[in-house]
């Protein structure tokens, strides 16, 4: 059984505590966005592979060395079980974040709010809008993400040019 300690709160720390929380659900909400944007990825990904298949099994044998009908539905299917197995790589990437956990420096998994843009480092699905706010999930190997690779709220850093402010990391 746990103790639980109860303090008073003035009207700040109660609207600090409701954005906390706030906040720490929109991150939660944009993994979620993330995980079924991949899913769906994943399930065109594997339709096409499928129909690509069943094209080149109905046409049967080439007709002669020059007809190429088949050869070219066989590759479009390889080409999309190579980005099937980028698209579930990515997935299991989502899955290994854990939405409720806070994080103090730029690494995976943390939203970054900048006094310009907020940041998501997750995968590369480009821009969420979650209650009418733009977030933009990136992957680790963007350049935005390499120049604020290990920072700390508060912290400033440059990139092409602009300098951006971290404001708050999740």
């Known amino acids: 059984m746990r103790n639980y300690k109860f ?4 009207s700040r720390d109660f609207i600090f505590l409701r954005t906390k929380f706030q906040i720490m659900s929109i991150k939660e909400t944009l993994l979620n966005i993330c995980k079924e944007n991949q899913l769906e990825s994943i399930k065109n990904l594997k339709l096409t592979m499928d129909e690509a298949q069943k094209s080149a099994n109905d046409y049967g044998a080439p007709k002669d060395r020059y007809d190429a009908y088949r050869t070219q539905m066989m590759r479009k299917r390889d080409m999309m079980a190579q980005q099937l197995q980028k698209a579930n790589e990515q997935f299991e990437l ?22 310009k843009q907020k940041l998501f480092v997750s995968v590369s699905l480009g821009k969420i ?12 190997a963007v350049p935005v993400y390499q120049a604020m690779e290990g920072k700390k709220a508060g912290e400033e850093f440059e990139f092409r040019g602009n300098t951006m402010k971290i404001v708050e990391i999740l």
């Open 129 to 140: 809008t979650v209650e009418s706010e733009d977030y933009y999930a990136i992957s680790p």
């Open 7 to 10: 303090m008073s709160l003035n």
């Open 94 to 115: 989502l899955d290994r974040i854990d939405g409720e956990k806070e994080y103090d420096k730029v690494e995976f998994g943390a939203l970054v709010i900048t006094d």
